[in-house]
């Protein structure tokens, strides 16, 4: 399969806890999308990434939020210190220059 | 700044019947618009997208779309639903001149079917 995959699926943590989302785009793209969509809601942009340079942040990412693409491959989405306001379902996409790709999400859930 | 309004975020449609989903959008420069249907537990798909030239678009399964600069819309229609068509349908618009990609999404319209 040469879609964009998400790791993991399915993330179940307790409040205060540090969690780590992993996304591999489609091997040739450059731009590399995070987004959340929290239920009911359409997806909200968090961030973006050009190869390896992350060119633009929400103000939606607080500074419980990190995220990194190191040498413009795969991307990784970092929270620390889950809140329950943090529980969503966590996208990423990639595009060359159109269209995105979405994956399948990782869903979190903080309890 | 762009935005989006999908009026409906529930309709519910007999099989065979028309479907009809409203899409709003609100932009200081001339906009790209998005289609994107997500089926559950899974990511989003382009249905189709309207970027430049003819303003009736086609996309996958029977949907196209209008782009109507007069009533800022773009609607998403498909003669004949199908069962396999329920679906969340979300509408999107890319965000400033376009160069980031970046991505302005509505609430979302939940499309039934009935049987």
């Known amino acids: 399969d040469t879609g964009v995959s998400q790791d993991p699926r399915h993330k179940i943590t307790k409040r205060g806890q540090n969690v780590t989302f992993r996304c591999d785009p489609i091997?040739?793209?450059?731009?590399l999308y995070w987004y959340r969509q929290t239920l009911g809601q359409g997806p909200e942009f968090l961030t973006y990434f050009q190869n390896e340079a992350q060119l633009e942040k929400s103000r939606l990412l607080s500074d419980r939020f990190s995220a990194e693409r190191p040498k413009g491959s795969f991307s990784t989405l970092e929270i620390q210190r889950t809140e329950q306001g943090d529980s969503a379902m966590y996208l990423c996409?990639?595009?060359?220059?159109?269209?995105?790709?979405f994956g399948p999400g990782t869903r979190l859930t903080v309890l | 700044a762009q935005s989006v309004t999908q009026l409906g975020s529930h309709v519910s449609v007999s099989e065979g019947a028309l479907v009809l989903l409203r899409c709003n959008y609100s932009s200081s420069v001339p906009p790209y618009l998005f289609w994107y249907v997500q089926y559950p537990n899974q990511g989003l798909q382009l249905l189709l997208k309207y970027t430049t030239g003819a303003t009736l678009v086609k996309g996958i399964n029977g949907f196209e779309a209008e782009f109507k600069k007069s009533e800022t819309s773009f609607h998403l229609t498909k003669p004949s639903a199908h069962m396999s068509d329920a679906a969340e349908y979300f509408c999107a618009v890319i965000a400033g001149s376009g160069n980031t990609g970046k991505l302005i999404f509505g609430q979302g319209t939940t499309l039934q079917v009935k049987p």
């Open positions: 996409a990639s595009s060359l220059e159109g269209e995105q790709f």
């Open positions: 091997s040739e793209h450059n731009r």
